[in-house]
């Protein structure tokens, strides 16, 4: 009896979506809540579609599901004709004259404030297409950005991989912020060797932020004393209220009410770092007509 060779042909769409989603969920269940189907009806849907290529995609190890050889290799090809397919259908609705669609944009969370100031007049100027922001840690997005999950990445330390575009674009200066009542904030200067004295809120590892300070002071020959590390300006800015220490953040993190009331900016010596973020997107990408005026509208105001 001859082998069934391994073979694509019958593979419908459907398929194709319900084993991206159980891909990328590790489970059946979750895929199924995502698609709004029940789960034996997605066992069905993978087990035919392992059955038209002749090979298994998934095994089960200690009750975790992982995906075979083929089917990662099936799970690459899903996502690029899926991508390939949500951009065909803005495209094919820009061909009707009608300014619509979906675009998807993620950032970390101290992007989120420099991102949301460019929404209002991008969508002013769009009025027909959507926006749809995700916020993550740096690995969450440099997972989605592998996965191909958004159209642009909004980083202020663009990940080294090959196969990506990168894109200056916001500029926004840092400051070294103290609580109103913290002694440096009574001083009309304060030395770079006063501040290693100090307890220090840091930004997550791999942030622009953390790494352009601590370049400050390894080129000051200054050892920083870390306390706190927290991945929210918020969080940082609630801990400097606190009293538990100093931290830098980027201006556009600092409202005027918070000037106002009890965060001070501290006249550091030598200190003008500034924090560059960067638009970020898979080489090749064929960005859908909404993603590319998004791109283009953000690079022209920078």
Known sequence: MNQQLPSTKGITLHQ?????????????????????????TVSIQVKQLSQTIGLPL????????????????????CRQVLAQLSTLDEALVAFQGLEQGMVKVATVETGKTA?????????????????AMHIGDYQ???????????????????PALNGIEVLPCIDVPL???????????????????QLAQESWILSEPGSASRQLLEDFF??????VRRRLELSSSEAIKASIRAGLGIAVLPASELSSADLETDLAILPVAEFSLRKQWHL?????????????????FVLERF
Do not use: W
């Not at 319900?18 to 789960?39: D, P, W």
């Open 218 to 223: 390894t080129a000051q020959s200054i050892k």
């Open 115 to 131: 991102l949301v100031q460019q929404l209002k007049p991008f969508m002013d100027r769009y009025p027909g297409l959507e926006l």
């Open 58 to 77: 998934f095994e089960m190890v200690s009750k975790k599901l992982y995906l075979t050889k083929a089917g990662d290799a099936l799970l690459t090809t």
């Open 16 to 40: 194709m979506e319900v084993f991206e989603a159980v891909a990328r969920h590790g489970s059946y269940t979750k895929a199924a809540e995502e698609l709004y189907l029940t789960q034996p």
């Open 280 to 296: 970020v997107y898979l080489k090749g990408k064929c960005l859908s007509p909404g993603a590319a005026a998004f791109l283009a």
């Open 140 to 158: 969450q997005l440099l997972e989605r950005l592998q996965n191909n999950e958004d159209d642009i990445y909004l980083f202020s330390l663009p």
């Open 175 to 193: 400051h070294i912020v103290a609580h109103q009542q913290h002694p440096l904030a009574e001083q009309t200067a304060v030395t770079p060797q």
